[in-house]
């Protein structure tokens, strides 16, 4: 649809679908969406979603289990310098043979792999929402910033919720 001046209105992407554009869904911001309206993201690329507060508590619960949970007990173990300190040869050899390793490396090193694991965890967090979305788990069909996976990260970084 061609808006005035003769060009195509902006489309925004809004999640998956099975229409011709090869499963993306894309819509005009002036569409009406059959009683999905919440969906549309505007230019500002913010939804006119409108959230319970569930869906801000999981979110910001996720981020502090990525921040200051189970998140980082292997990224701290990895810092230390030792994986299990009941490990050894004989008692879970494979948490030993890691004991040593870490042992082995500089602690330049063993920052990356820190750094590394931390971002693993956000990663699985990420694709858990993906999924959630994906399967039209309410209430994440949708999120703020067109995705719940984009409003994880943007908590991850400190990013404001919109006002409710």
Sequence with gaps: MAAADGHAPPQFFVGAGSN???????????????????????????????????YRDLIDHLVDVCHDGQGQIGVRRLRAGVWNRNATAEFLPDQHEINLLLARMPDADREILARLMSKEVEHGVFETLKALEEFEIAPFETGYEGSPFNDFVGRLDDWQWPEP
């Design 20 to 54: 011709e554009t090869g499963g993306l869904k894309w819509i005009d911001p002036t569409m009406e969406q059959g009683g999905h309206q919440d969906r549309v993201i505007g230019e500002s690329g913010m939804t006119n979603a409108v959230k319970p507060q569930i």
